[in-house]
């Protein structure tokens, strides 16, 4: 990837730094990263974004507005977990 951007192993492992344990949508991100080859990595955007996603919608999706503002990422990140 580019300067502005972080490998998927590198997204990976820094989650699990800088978030707290137990925090809302680590986990299940981290298993959308896994089940899901063709992300190579998270640009700048994508990872900044996260902790307002993770502070901003429950982890029941429940008020995830498709229409938002949100990269795409992670509209298929919900996509994902509701069929998971």
């Not at 699990?16 to 700048?44: A, C, D, Q, Y």
């Not at 919608?57 to 298929?76: C, R, T």
Request: proline share 7%; aromatic share 12%.
């Amino acid at each position: 990837m580019g300067q502005k951007g972080l490998e998927i192993d590198s997204v990976k492992a820094l989650l699990m730094i800088v978030m707290p344990p137990g925090h809302p949508h680590v986990h299940k991100l981290l298993e959308f990263l896994e089940s899901t080859p063709t992300i190579r990595g998270f640009n700048e955007d994508q990872w900044t974004s996260f902790l307002l996603f993770s502070h901003e919608i429950k982890e029941d999706l429940s008020n995830f507005d498709p229409d938002g503002a949100w990269p795409s990422i992670y509209d298929d990140y919900v996509t994902f977990c509701t069929k998971h």
